[in-house]
């Protein structure tokens, strides 16, 4: 039996307009994602724009599981993304605006395993 997924996470973004943060299902979840969506609080058309990379597991080149140039509004998305409980998904902004709060929404649906 599986439920909806409607999780969130924020974080302020650094004097360099770094930040990420990381989300998990509780022990014995299993996440499905549907969507991610990610934004920050800087206005649509202000500079400099970030970028967002959304990893499993642990950030690096080969756990990248989607990305997207404009992270100030924008769902960084694929395909439904399978997340056990000892998998982070790891969200990481870059190149934002400093101070400005950055916020991931995740959907799908969770299930006990």
Do not use: H, K
């Not at 609080?41 to 990379?53: G, I, K």
């Not at 409980?85 to 870059?94: A, F, G, H, M, Y």
Request: charged fraction near 5%; glycine fraction near 10%.
């Amino acid at each position: 039996m599986s439920n909806p997924l409607d999780t969130f996470g924020t974080v302020t973004l650094d004097a360099s307009g770094n930040g990420s943060l990381t989300l998990a299902p509780e022990a014995f979840q299993v996440w499905t994602i549907t969507s991610i969506n990610v934004r920050t609080d800087q206005s649509p058309t202000q500079t400099p724009v970030p970028q967002c990379t959304v990893y499993l597991g642990s950030a690096g080149p080969g756990n990248i599981v989607s990305q997207t140039w404009m992270g100030n509004r924008s769902t960084a998305g694929g395909s439904p993304l399978v997340v056990q409980p000892n998998q982070p998904l790891i969200v990481s902004w870059e190149n934002g605006v400093a101070g400005s709060v950055a916020t991931v929404s995740i959907n799908g649906t969770m299930a006990m395993r």
